[in-house]
Nanobody
Framework: VQLQASGGGAVQAGGSLTLSCAAS????????MGWFRQSPGTEREFVAA????????WYADSVKGRFTISRDRDKNTVHLQMNSLKPEDSAVYYC???????????????????WGQGTQVTVSS
């Protein structure tokens, strides 16, 4: 499966952005879709995940209540709606897909088999 992320940009604190991740190729194995982010000098950090079977979602505590992950089934696209953005949300955001990952492991980057190219989000204060 190939993943194409888009929608990054620069906004002021308190603003909103929507990231999209379009999947192509053999998407049948993309049961779990996730978003991660990485700032310079830090490890890749889990942001949110969505499981296609059952529609379960997971969020990092730092974004809960502000970010929403959703799926456009017809377009094989996963979106990340980001509201009330903070400067600490600035990072390169990556989408990822994987098989059915057990609940306790959806936050682990190593569980995902395919990754998009990343899109930059910059939030200024």
């Amino acid at each position: 499966v190939q993943l194409q992320a888009s929608g990054g940009g620069a906004v002021q604190a308190g603003g909103s952005l929507t990231l999209s991740c379009a999947a192509s190729g053999d998407t049948s194995s993309s049961v779990t879709m996730g978003w991660f982010r990485q700032s310079p000098g830090t490890e890749r950090e889990f942001v949110a995940a969505f499981r296609r079977t059952g529609g379960n979602t997971w969020y990092a505590d730092s974004v809960k209540g502000r970010f929403t992950i959703s799926r456009d089934r017809d377009k094989n696209t996963v979106h990340l709606q980001m509201n009330s953005l903070k400067p600490e949300d600035s990072a390169v955001y990556y989408c990822a897909s994987g098989p059915r990952i057990i609940n306790s492991a959806v936050r682990l980057a190593g569980q995902y088999s395919s990754w998009g190219q990343g899109t930059q989000v910059t939030v200024s204060s």
